[in-house]
């Protein structure tokens, strides 16, 4: 048998002094990284229900659900399908709205655990009923816009609606759009008729 080297001799003798190298995983958890890509988790206040984490997740997912009858918006994440890749957080137009946490230890054997659901309040045209989008999502442009909000009807009424200004009651509408109509909250394609129709 051969004698062994020095720095190995070296080695030996460092790992009997300072113990093991590896960490006691079940027992004690690991601190992950900076740069760690863990659990993704929306955040209630932040998040504005705009879909765009999405219509940029690459495994589907994220679901979205729009019930006109109740007026709300549910999106739903399904981290057992979730391939952590951050596109969801990258995309995110408030920055805040869906991050990747430092949660790595996800095993269970319910999978309604896995699921992460946040839920907004449905925008619907006052003409048509379609669906323009959450009324968090106009509130933040409202503000990312400052006065230039004043440009649009819809986003208009709705951030004078949040301060009680406007009435939330909408007036019913004849068959056919009129002028009158342009000061309602509408989708673009109403907005373009009360125009074009005059």
């Not at 206040?45 to 690459?58: F, L, M, N, S, W």
């Not at 909250?185 to 009360?194: E, F, G, K, N, S």
């Amino acid at each position: 048998m051969r004698a062994p080297k020095l720095r190995e001799l070296g080695e030996a003798i460092r790992a009997v002094v300072t113990g093991p190298y590896t960490i006691r995983f079940p027992k004690r958890p690991s601190a992950p990284f900076d740069a760690f890509r863990g659990k993704p988790e929306y955040d209630e206040k932040e998040c504005v229900g705009c879909g765009a984490c999405k219509e940029v997740c690459p495994a589907k997912a994220i679901e979205l659900v729009d019930d006109r009858a109740t007026r709300r918006r549910t999106l739903t994440l399904h981290v057992d399908n979730c391939i952590f890749c951050g596109q969801c957080e990258l995309s995110c137009i408030t920055e805040k709205g869906i991050t990747l946490t430092k949660k790595y230890d996800l095993a269970t054997l319910n999978r309604d655990e896995l699921r992460e659901t946040v839920e907004k309040t449905l925008l619907l045209c006052e003409l048509c009923g379609d669906v323009i989008g959450t009324e968090d999502h106009v509130r933040w442009l409202a503000r990312r816009l400052g006065p230039s909000a004043y440009t649009n009807p819809t986003v208009m009424l709705v951030s004078q609606r949040e301060l009680g200004l406007v009435d939330g009651a909408p007036s019913p509408s004849p068959e056919t759009p009129l002028r009158a109509d342009r000061i309602k909250i509408l989708c673009p394609r109403c907005r373009r008729a009360t125009t074009l129709d005059l």
